[in-house]
T-cell receptor
Framework: DTAVSQTPKYLVTQMGNDKSIKCEQNLGHDTMYWYKQDSKKFLKIMFS???????INETVPNRFSPKSPDKAHLNLHINSLELGDSAVYFC??????????????????FGDGTRLSIL | AQSVAQPEDQVNVAEGNPLTVKCTYSVSGNPYLFWYVQYPNRGLQFLLKYITGDNLVKGSYGFEAEFNKSQTSFHLKKPSALVSDSALYFCAVRDMGTGGFKTIFGAGTRLFVKA
């Protein structure tokens, strides 16, 4: 049973295209995240959603738009792809509401990533 | 803002020897500290966390970490390394930002265990 699953695993496309990455978690978690891992393996949060509501939006270009149809799904749509968007994108989830202190010590569960390559 | 630093890009150790992967933190208030491991082409996996209580925290796969408040460190340790421990290790701290808690990750330390 895959707890956090992302599709596709690999995405190769050309500059200027629009693409989407899907994420689903079956852990019953309330909070989901998108991270970007660059070529040097540095990991940075992009977005966090709690029960379909956006709660964290880091400095990310407007070309990136997350969408959460329900608390088990968090998709990422990217418009007008650029060379600098090439990276591995990870979805993650954690228990509880993102703003509640009692849940602040809960670990995150990660998907296996989507490797995005822009030609 | 909270932050963590992993001073070593890479750690090399022989199988059977003890290993240490270093992490130092900078926080205001009580720190919530984590260690994660990433194997090739996989997502991060949670190893252990420190919230409060005992300074020595035990986690998955025989790993443990020692919280040292005076040195602001949270080093990851294992008494006897295995080749299969070779992976990328991330130290992380929970930070309360605008809108909610988020996890700040260190730059990662690559561990090589030689047979």
């Amino acid at each position: 049973d895959t707890a956090v699953s992302q599709t596709p695993k690999y995405l190769v496309t050309q500059m200027g295209n629009d693409k989407s990455i899907k994420c689903e978690q079956n852990l019953g978690h309330d909070t989901m995240y998108w991270y970007k891992q660059d070529s040097k393996k540095f990991l940075k949060i992009m977005f966090s959603y709690n029960n379909k509501e956006l709660i964290i939006n880091e400095t990310v270009p407007n070309r990136f738009s997350p969408k959460s149809p329900d608390k088990a799904h968090l998709n990422l749509h990217i418009n007008s792809l650029e060379l600098g968007d090439s990276a591995v994108y990870f979805c993650a989830s954690s228990q509880g509401r993102g703003q509640e202190t009692i849940y602040s010590n809960q670990p995150q569960h990660f998907g296996d990533g989507t490797r995005l390559s822009i030609l | 803002a909270q932050s963590v630093a992993q001073p070593e890009d890479q750690v090399n150790v022989a199988e059977g020897n003890p290993l240490t992967v270093k992490c130092t933190y900078s926080v205001s208030g009580n720190p919530y500290l984590f260690w994660y491991v990433q194997y090739p082409n996989r997502g991060l996996q949670f190893l252990l966390k420190y919230i409060t209580g005992d300074n020595l925290v035990k986690g998955s796969y025989g790993f443990e970490a020692e919280f040292n408040k005076s040195q602001t460190s949270f080093h990851l340790k294992k008494p006897s390394a295995l080749v299969s421990d070779s992976a990328l290790y991330f130290c992380a701290v929970r930070d309360m930002g605008t809108g909610g808690f988020k996890t700040i990750f260190g730059a990662g330390t690559r561990l090589f265990v030689k047979a």
